[in-house]
């Protein structure tokens, strides 16, 4: 039997079969061990699978991730985790092997707030460097050459260099797909709503991911969120 096991799979409903079903963790796990769930899920859902692997004597961390395909090939993860000190203390040198930026940022479900306050600044930054690219492309500016002055600017960045880059390239096949940050979006506005929070940024990411998802491109990358620009853009537009 392992001492720690990790999940990470796609939803709440999924970790939840895993951690709690009929075949779950919780009749397999022994006492004493540690389940550390990495995948973004709500928070109350972990902090519910805490409560009753608890029961048993199972530790349980949420760790949610950032850092792409990339950041999981290369161990630079940044991990965000929600559990108690001594447990995070148990799990943090076999998070060293996965990540770069470790931080425990409180008790369980912390690690999901924080993973849906990252997903939340992520995709407004990827909607308005998408809508800055497609305006200068209208205008009859490069875009290629306007992401190049404005990563020399204040508004330089991973989303602008990760992404802004796939739309100018037009590649939207080498990432995360896009009907996963949908899922992520839906956490996100369900928090906002439990606590009375205007996010009118993420309600308008929503609509253009929901738009991107009904053209069939939901397991495109978010850098095809410009195409949904485009759509929306009348033929006389451009000068």
Do not use: W
């Not at 060293?96 to 306050?117: E, F, H, L, P, S």
């Not at 407004?124 to 800055?132: D, N, Y």
Request: glycine residues 12%; charged residues 20%.
């Amino acid at each position: 039997a392992c001492d720690v096991v990790f999940t990470i799979v796609t939803a709440s409903g999924d970790f939840e079969q895993v951690a709690l079903g009929a075949d779950g963790l919780i009749h397999g796990a022994r006492p004493g061990s540690v389940v550390v769930d990495m995948e973004t899920i709500s928070p109350a859902v972990a902090r519910a699978a805490a409560k009753a692997l608890a029961t048993k004597g199972i530790d349980m961390l949420d760790a949610p991730v950032s850092g792409g395909p990339m950041g999981a090939e290369q161990a630079t993860l940044s991990i965000m985790v929600g559990g108690r000190p001594d447990v995070f203390a148990r799990v943090q040198p076999l998070f060293a092997c996965m990540g770069k930026t470790i931080t425990r940022v409180g008790d369980t479900g912390a690690g999901q707030v924080t993973k849906a306050c990252n997903q939340l600044a992520l995709l407004v930054t990827a909607q308005g460097v998408a809508e800055a690219l497609h305006l200068a492309q209208r205008l009859g500016v490069d875009p290629a050459k306007v992401r190049e002055v404005m990563l020399g600017g204040v508004p330089a960045g991973r989303v602008l260099e990760i992404f802004g880059k796939r739309m100018v390239e037009r590649e939207f096949d080498n990432g995360i797909d896009t009907r996963l940050y949908h899922k992520d979006l839906g956490i996100v506005l369900d928090l906002a709503h439990q606590a009375q929070v205007p996010v009118p940024g993420a309600a308008l990411v929503m609509q253009q991911i929901n738009a991107l998802m009904s053209q069939g491109k939901g397991y495109q990358d978010l850098g095809a969120l410009i195409t949904v620009l485009e759509g929306m853009s009348g033929p006389g537009a451009h000068p």
